[in-house]
């Protein structure tokens, strides 16, 4: 069936340290969204990407939609406590026009 | 604006116990969906309703029941729960059209315990 992998599982760094997280899909996608959720606390809805090779930016993070639209990453530049929690990337299969498949997800700690 | 509320946010049941999960939401949404969180699982979609008056089952659906009442409304039934059911479960809506989808909003969960 269709697939959406993340990697790494979980990622460790110190305050101030960029950190990166990978979407891969096992098929083409129509869009990819991204989703932050804090510990104990709901997923919250943080972009959507439409268009193959699409960057975006909001303050320090950066995401970007694969050419073949199959991948997708997010990365935070100089991380800071407030961005401890799990990411996730969500996929929506070209078959499908209402349900995405959620990545396992990528917990990010940030040590001060 | 409230967006998506859910009811009850805590839950403690017996084995065999009975019981509904509420949801609903404010943003005139025509999709919307029950998902479980199990750790190192992510998220599984349990059913999902593509607009009012239709139902359809996802990854994980046995054990459980669904209703779209209204356009509002979607409520998750446990007919016999168990102790592998034991979980936190989030409610999501989505203004989804031909044509793609738009980000999910969440209700803030019910933790839901069998014993």
């Known amino acids: 069936g269709q697939q959406v992998m993340q990697i790494p599982q979980y990622q460790h760094v110190q305050e101030g340290e960029d950190f990166t997280t990978y979407c891969n899909s096992s098929?083409?996608?129509?869009?990819i969204q991204w989703y932050k959720q804090r510990p104990g606390g709901h997923p919250v809805f943080l972009i959507q990407?439409?268009?193959?090779?699409e960057v975006k930016k909001q303050k320090r993070l950066t995401f970007q939609f694969g050419e073949a639209k199959k991948n997708s990453s997010l990365h935070i530049t100089a991380t800071q406590t407030t961005d401890v929690g799990t990411y996730f990337c969500?996929?929506?299969?070209?078959?499908?026009?209402?349900?995405?498949?959620f990545g396992p997800g990528t917990s990010l700690s940030v040590i001060p | 604006n409230a967006g998506v509320t859910q009811t009850p946010k805590f839950q403690v049941l017996k084995t065999g116990q009975s019981m509904t999960l509420q949801c609903a939401q404010d943003m005139n949404h025509n999709s919307m969906y029950w998902y479980r969180q199990d750790p190192g699982m992510g998220l599984r979609l349990i059913y999902y309703?593509?607009?009012?008056?239709?139902?359809d089952k996802g990854e994980v659906p046995n054990g459980y029941n669904v209703s779209r009442l209204n356009k509002r409304e979607f409520s998750l039934r446990l007919e016999s729960a168990a102790p592998s059911q034991t979980s936190v479960y989030f409610c999501?809506?989505?203004?989804?059209?031909?044509?793609?989808?738009?980000?999910?909003?969440f209700g803030s969960g019910t933790r839901l315990t069998v014993v």
């Open positions: 098929t083409t996608l129509s869009n």
């Open positions: 990407l439409v268009k193959s090779g």
């Open positions: 999501a809506s989505s203004e989804a059209k031909t044509g793609g989808t738009y980000g999910y909003t």
């Open positions: 969500a996929g929506l299969p070209g078959t499908s026009y209402d349900k995405v498949i």
């Open positions: 309703s593509a607009s009012e008056g239709t139902t």
